[in-house]
């Protein structure tokens, strides 16, 4: 019985990678669904939760970078999930 138990590893190295698939795809996802339309809102809260003032033109920059980092994201793992559909469609 030990021999099995010693094979399979501990159980949290067994659920890692799927806990971090899923984290990929929601980190991008939420980052949108709760980033503010309007650029001086996100100058707003980064005064209210950091203390740091950013002006209004920075964070238009923040802003448009925010949306073009997670539209980036999850392009490349959208592109990257359906490479391996194709892949294993190809060994069939």
């Known amino acids: ?5 010693a094979r399979r590893g501990p159980p ?4 890692t990678p799927r806990g971090w698939h899923g984290a990929q795809w929601l980190l991008p996802g939420t980052i949108l669904a709760l980033l503010p339309k309007c650029p001086m809102c996100i ?3 980064i005064a209210l939760t950091t203390g740091i003032g950013v002006s209004v033109p920075a964070a238009v920059h923040l802003h448009g ?13 959208a592109l ?3 490479a391996q559909l194709v ?6």
């Open 1 to 5: 019985m030990e021999g099995r138990a």
């Open 80 to 82: 990257r999930q359906a």
């Open 12 to 15: 949290s190295r067994r659920w």
């Open 43 to 45: 100058a707003t809260y």
């Open 87 to 92: 892949g294993r469609f190809r060994k069939v």
């Open 65 to 77: 970078a925010l949306i073009l980092l997670c539209v980036t994201s999850l392009g490349f793992l």
